[in-house]
């Protein structure tokens, strides 16, 4: 193709740009204004002519672009469209606001000028942003919105094409979408924007971790499918007998929520049991309410499942603040799992997807977008002003309680248990049968393990799990408010205790071998152990608390001081387990000087090795943020401090989020370098059901093959559930991982993950 061919294609893709931007609005019901919008496009091609962007486009198609999201995304109508198609004319070419006051009026041309403002006043190159003054001028300029939802789909466009950016700029952009754009969009309820926005984060910020998890809701889809078409199939036969038209398809949660879910809860993805949710999306039969529709279709579905009685949202008669409505409720679903269904009419749908601006398709007459705004506006200056949105949602702080005095749970298959309020997880194990509570190991509520002690609430599922080597605790009485699981655990306390007794009493009895133990041999020995009965004496010789001596001579002669009093097992198996890693906090320490480990004030390593600059050659120190510690195999940024040092953020890195967004000059591009010669500290947090020599396992295991720098083990244990912190020196990430997938296969342990130092 000749240069000139080229060319003739670019125009001619310039004016089927165009033309599908013309289509859109046409399709929309505002008034038609399409000579005003054609003035602006035709400005902005001539004002931006011969300028291309980074990927090499020609210049025109980015504010094409805007206008198309602006007119088909949010709805909006032909001022906001001209006002996008000419947002950066200002900034960009010679151009200026008066000359757009000239031509297109005040209205247009005082957008454009807020548009400006804001990434000059903010953004421009030369002057330190900040974020937080950025948001406040967004609030306080709110007096044309317009210039607000402009801003956003100039950004989602821009989120769109971000690849032909550096990455230094990518972490700029990214950072201050997730920190403003994203949360600004949600609170103006643009919720697949706010949805996409977030989204295309993640994937530029976590790459790898974004392909993974891609792959693993694609591989896991027919799954999904089939409990969805299961549940569908008697809902479908239900809702067609009701004669209503509607759409019904199972929602898949975004990839970035999912994420952050298992993230924020340390699971994998095998445990977000919550991957999808059921749309109904009904249309509306004229004559009939939108209301009464919805609790119909509630009513059905209530009919055939078991619904959660306190997740049901009403926000049909209470929308949201940002508009939505919609009702919501959480059934048990055919395979025992709880599955959330939300119900809207198509109405509702439009307005939670694209915001109040789809309002406007629902009047009977062709509409006036100032008008509308205006009206519009109001309800949204509230939303802006209210420090706190989620005040908004009262109906999540009000507790439905149906029954004060009595709360239902429920089994893993749907069954419903009534217990007393205040009931605990143990209540509800020996409220199935007594054999499922004496074996009772732990449970399970909502699929979180939980202490036995845990309290119960109406709606909990619960799964208890059990072991035959399990038997009832006298701590268990401390547990339980239900008679009949305390006459149950008291009766097995009893025949424990008698078994023992009868070990111990043989034990003595072997150990006096042919003599008579008669009442003096015995008052000799309650006397030498200090115990006051004979039952109690030969429990304790049962049960190893009293420990016999060598001889009878020494028990008959000698009264020896009592022995100390012995710590649980958990805490004994601990002890025992720290002692086989053979290493003192002195020989930890001295350790941790050897490694130089960067970060730390012992670290005079050539950091320049560790770490890589992907772009500028900066000759400066580098170190590792405090606040969220990478590891080398972390997604990274650097970020230059007031000292002139490269401080080393995770790309998810709270902290690091506002560095990006405020001071998007200061970040540079980072990647590890030759980090294989140096150690870093590491903590990895495990949880579990506390059995007989779990942490011993756990720490042979580690052990098992490699080296393992281990600085401490932390464990405590409370109600048969434990909670142990290691902190441990690595090389990577990988070997994080390695010693994480190493503790989750030990038996007994239920969740593992990494955490901050
Ligand atoms: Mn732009």
């Not at 821009?158 to 949600?186: C, D, W």
């Not at 898949?252 to 999912?258: A, D, E, H």
Request: hydrophobic share 40%; aromatic share 8%.
């Amino acid at each position: 193709m000749s240069e000139e061919e080229k060319l003739a294609a670019e125009e001619r893709m310039i004016d089927d740009e165009f033309q599908a931007l013309i289509n859109d609005y046409l399709n929309s019901n505002h008034r038609r204004k399409v000579e005003i919008i054609t003035k602006a496009f035709n400005m902005a091609r001539e004002a931006h002519k011969g300028v291309r962007r980074r990927s090499g486009e020609p210049y025109i198609m980015h504010p094409l672009a805007v206008a198309r999201i602006v007119s088909r995304e949010m709805g909006l109508g032909s001022t906001s469209i001209s006002a996008a198609l000419l947002h950066d004319v200002v900034e960009d070419t010679d151009y200026t606001v008066e000359d757009l006051r000239v031509i297109f009026g005040d209205k247009i041309a005082q957008i454009v000028d807020g548009l400006t403002k804001i990434s000059h006043g903010m953004f421009g190159e030369n002057v330190s942003a900040q974020a937080e003054n950025f948001r406040k001028l967004l609030l306080t300029m709110s007096e044309d919105i317009r210039v607000i939802l402009i801003k956003i789909a100039d950004r989602l466009h821009n989120m769109r094409t971000l690849s032909s950016m550096t990455s230094a700029k990518q972490f700029k952009v990214t950072g201050e979408t997730l920190y403003i754009y994203a949360p600004l969009a949600h609170r103006l309820g643009l919720f697949a924007i706010k949805t996409e926005l977030e989204e295309l984060c993640f994937k530029y910020e976590h790459p790898e971790a974004y392909a993974q998890l891609e792959k693993k809701v694609e591989m896991t889809s027919q799954e999904r499918y089939e409990i969805y078409e299961s549940f569908a199939e008697p809902v479908v036969k239900e809702l067609d007998k009701m004669n209503i038209e509607y759409e019904m398809r199972a929602r898949v949660k975004s990839l970035y929520s999912i994420w952050k879910k298992m993230q924020a809860k340390g699971i994998d993805f095998s445990e977000v049991y919550d991957l999808f949710a059921v749309r109904i999306i009904f249309e509306i039969f004229p004559g009939m309410d939108e209301k009464k529709q919805c609790w119909d279709i509630y009513s059905a579905i209530t009919d055939i499942y078991k619904l959660r009685p306190d997740r049901i949202r009403d926000w049909v008669s209470h929308p949201k603040a940002n508009g939505y409505q919609a009702l919501h409720l959480t059934v048990m679903g055919p395979d025992g799992k709880w599955i959330e269904i939300q119900i809207r009419s198509r109405r509702m749908d439009d307005i939670a997807e694209k915001g109040f601006a789809a309002h406007w398709k629902y009047k009977e007459n062709k509409i006036e977008e100032d008008n509308e705004l205006e009206k519009w506006l109001k309800t949204v200056q509230e939303v802006l002003a209210n420090p706190n949105p989620n005040a908004i949602d009262f109906l999540d702080t009000v507790k439905m309680n149906l029954f004060a005095s009595e709360i239902f749970v429920f089994t893993p298959k749907g069954e419903i248990k009534t217990l007393p309020l205040g009931a605990t997880a143990l209540d509800f194990a020996y409220n199935i049968h007594t054999r499922i509570g004496d074996h009772c190991l732990g449970a399970k509520v909502n699929h979180t393990l939980v202490p036995l002690s845990q309290k119960l609430k109406s709606g909990d599922q619960v799964e208890i799990l059990t072991s035959q080597s399990q038997q009832p605790q006298r701590e268990w009485l401390n547990y339980v408010t239900t008679a009949k699981a305390r006459t149950k655990i008291e009766a097995s306390l009893r025949r424990q205790r008698r078994r023992v007794g009868e070990r111990g009493k043989k034990m003595m009895e072997d150990f006096f071998g042919e003599e008579e133990i008669d009442n003096t041999l015995y008052n000799k020995a309650l006397n030498y152990f200090q115990v006051e009965k004979r039952e109690d004496l030969h429990y304790g010789i049962g049960s190893g608390d009293l420990k016999l001596p060598d001889s009878t001579e020494k028990l008959l002669k000698q009264r020896e001081a009592l022995q100390p009093k012995q710590d649980n097992l958990f805490v004994r198996y601990m002890k025992q387990a720290m002692g086989a890693i053979k290493k003192t906090p002195e020989e930890n320490k001295n350790m941790a000087a050897e490694q130089s480990v960067p970060g730390t004030k012992n670290g005079a390593i050539d950091k320049k090795s560790v770490f890589k600059l992907q772009e500028v050659n900066f000759k400066k120190n580098f170190i590792v943020a405090p606040c969220c510690n990478p590891l080398p195999g972390d997604d990274v940024f650097g970020f230059i401090t007031d000292k002139e040092e490269v401080e080393v953020h995770k790309r998810s890195c709270e902290t690091g989020i506002k560095l990006k967004s405020s001071f998007g000059q200061k970040i540079l591009a980072v990647e590890w370098g030759d980090y294989k010669q140096y150690s870093f500290l590491a903590a990895i947090v495990f949880t579990g059901i506390d059995r007989l020599g779990i942490l011993n396992t756990i720490l042979s295991k580690l052990s098992d093959g490699i080296v393992v720098n281990i600085q401490s083990v932390n464990v405590s244990s409370k109600d048969g559930i434990f909670e142990g912190v290691l902190h441990v020196y690595v090389h990577s990430v990988e070997d994080v991982n390695a010693l994480s997938s190493k503790i989750a296969k030990v038996d007994g342990v239920t969740t593992v993950h990494r955490a901050l130092i």
